[in-house]
């Protein structure tokens, strides 16, 4: 087998700061010896959810099993969720924004068995939906938990609370038309409706500057899925929410925005 070396676009600070969970997690579990140190593990965690690498190649770059390299991106990813913030928890720092960006987007997975909840119409495609928060430079704020991929992004939101917290935090938020009739501090484009006159351009200067404001939001959902595992989730669908959470938090050691 031929091999060679590959590097990922991360900074030393988040594999310290996963290589430190791993550590505290073998003391706690008093885990006296295992084939890869705390360091390499995190390297291999890292390798698979920022470059997507597969477990076989995992196993073949670290001279571990593929049951090995399974294992042990499973405990970091695990690890990593938990200190991932809910909603409530984040709304602390959404407060502060001047304004928020509210967008949805569909993370590709495999077909499934039970398929139609998960196949999208929008994009025509089978995968995961996520809700996401930006601040109004476009950076990633918060990420909800994955519905199927069938679900509204209207109705995805009011199913994790989103719309409601947002109201009671009175943080003026901008999203697309799928958030029409949302309320409270959402703030949506004018849609022109069948049978209905054309928009007016008093109507049609504010999509344009919603649009501007809007763009922003999705550099937030690129830079989500500079995660190139996110690509195409080939995993269950229910495994989506843990694997989120934890590129949430990687992302936030990145950018230095994380006080976990």
Not at 55 to 80: H, P, S
Not at 223 to 229: E, I, M, N, P
Request: glycine residues 6%; positive net charge; proline residues 3%.
């Amino acid at each position: 087998m031929l091999s060679y070396p590959a590097t990922i676009p991360l900074s030393s600070r988040t594999l310290t700061h996963l290589a430190d969970r791993i550590r505290r997690h073998c003391r706690q579990r008093r885990s006296r010896w295992r084939r890869l140190d705390p360091a390499r593990q995190a390297l291999l965690a890292l390798a698979h959810l920022r470059n997507g690498d597969t477990y076989t190649r995992l196993a073949a770059g670290f001279g571990v099993g593929v049951a090995t390299a399974w294992r042990y991106v499973q405990e970091a990813i695990a690890l990593l969720a938990a200190a991932a913030e809910d909603l409530a928890t984040a709304m602390a720092r959404i407060r502060a924004l001047a304004f928020a960006i509210l967008d949805g987007t569909l993370i590709p997975i495999d077909r499934v068995a039970d398929q139609r909840p998960y196949y999208s119409g929008k994009h025509r495609r089978h995968g995961v939906n996520v809700q996401v928060i930006a601040d109004a430079a476009g950076r990633l704020v918060w990420a909800s938990a994955a519905l199927p991929g069938a679900a509204h992004d209207l109705t995805a939101a009011r199913t994790h609370g989103i719309l409601d917290a947002l109201a009671n935090a009175n943080v003026m938020t901008f999203a697309d038309k799928g958030y029409q009739g949302a309320g409270g501090t959402v703030r949506t484009p004018f849609k022109r409706h069948r049978h209905r006159p054309r928009l007016s351009r008093r109507q049609k200067a504010v999509n344009k500057a919603l649009a501007k404001i809007r763009a922003c939001g999705e550099r937030a959902i690129a830079a989500l899925k500079t995660w190139k595992l996110l690509t195409k989730l080939r995993c269950c669908p229910r495994r989506a929410t843990t694997i989120v959470q934890a590129i949430l938090v990687l992302h936030h050691v990145e950018t230095s925005r994380y006080s976990g």
